[in-house]
């Protein structure tokens, strides 16, 4: 997320929380979305940005955006967005993840 004038307050303060909760207790849904988008298998892959219509995954391969159907307007609609993403790419998922 590029901290500047455009980037939303709720966005700014809500931030580290999104990506240490997603990396710690989400790993699943960021990797299975980073395989259904991108068709990239990495356990290693990390929430590592965010931007109001999705979020940056660092991987061992690169850096890739991770696309929301829509832009978020509240950390709620964030959360909301998330969901739909694990519930999408729920196929994408593996046991070892």
Not at 54 to 65: A, C
Request: proline content about 1%; aromatic content about 12%; hydrophobic content about 35%.
């Amino acid at each position: 997320m590029q901290n500047n004038e455009d980037t939303p307050t709720w966005l700014i303060e809500a931030s580290a929380a999104i990506i240490k909760h997603m990396n710690n207790d989400h790993l699943d849904v960021i990797i299975a979305t980073l395989y259904g988008q991108h068709g990239i298998f990495d356990t290693e892959a990390k929430m590592s940005e965010l931007e109001t219509d999705g979020y940056y995954v660092v991987s061992r391969s690169g850096r890739y955006f991770l696309n929301f159907d829509d832009h978020c307007s509240s950390a709620i609609e964030y959360k909301e967005a998330l969901i739909k993403h694990a519930h999408e790419y729920k196929n994408y998922e593996v046991s070892s993840a």
